[in-house]
């Protein structure tokens, strides 16, 4: 079990219905969007603060989690700052407040869709999707990928193990060179395996093949009117805009 399935399965909200957190966090994402960002932006970020301290989630693998798609956003963001002409690329004064507006979004959203990921286990969203009515060969699809990614991470961080033991991190040459072999045989494995559960979805064609058993999660009617309160009044900070 990789840390993150591991923190999810752990996690205080473990026993909270997928329908419930799905509404929660996804409805904070939309509010982060929509409402003005000198009011939404802030209140938004402290409750997901807050709902991550609530759900216990460790928080060496959340801020781990959380700062690896930022480093992405800052770097997608730089376009957005750029003017391109016959005078070369400069700065756009006019497009610095909107790309920032756009940096700190994302960072939010992504914030609160990383709770969400440690507070429930993917084989709980599965048979969420299911119960919902989601096609069976589409959440069949899905399992396959989680677990081809399971297990490459699993082979990454073994043939890693291996390198160090044969003192390839002892030096920055050496350590570039297993970066390089260990990413190229990666590359290799991910293909053979892609193909490998390519043919084992067309011969086994039957999506019940692979379904688990979940405990059954029901809908409490306090915390689905706690969470539509909440988000009303997020709503509601939009009025504290002149």
Request: contains cysteine.
């Amino acid at each position: 079990m990789n840390p993150l399935e591991r923190a999810a399965a752990k996690s205080a909200w473990a026993h909270v219905n997928v329908g419930e957190k799905l509404l929660l966090f996804i409805g904070l994402i939309i509010e982060v969007l929509v409402l003005p960002p000198k009011v939404g932006v802030p209140l938004v970020a402290v409750t997901v603060i807050a709902l991550a301290f609530a759900a216990r989630v460790p928080l060496r693998l959340y801020v781990g989690l959380v700062l690896a798609p930022a480093v992405f956003i800052a770097l997608g963001i730089i376009p957005l700052m750029l003017t391109v002409n016959s005078h070369g690329v400069s700065i756009n004064p006019a497009g610095v407040a909107p790309a920032l507006v756009v940096m700190v979004r994302s960072f939010v959203a992504t914030a609160s869709m990383m709770v969400l990921t440690l507070t429930t286990p993917m084989s709980e969203f599965i048979s969420w999707a299911s119960r919902i009515g989601v096609p069976e060969a589409l959440t069949y699809v899905v399992v396959l990928m989680y677990r081809m990614i399971s297990t490459l991470l699993v082979t990454s961080r073994t043939m890693w193990e291996a390198q160090a033991m044969r003192l390839g991190h002892s030096n920055r040459k050496k350590w570039i060179s297993s970066i390089a072999a260990q990413a190229a045989t990666l590359f290799v494995l991910s293909l053979e395996r892609a193909r490998r559960l390519g043919e084992g979805l067309e011969l086994r064609a039957d999506p019940s093949a692979m379904a688990v058993a979940n405990p059954h999660r029901p809908l409490s009617r306090q915390r689905f009117a706690g969470i539509i309160v909440l988000l009303c009044l997020l709503a509601a900070s939009r009025l504290l805009i002149k």
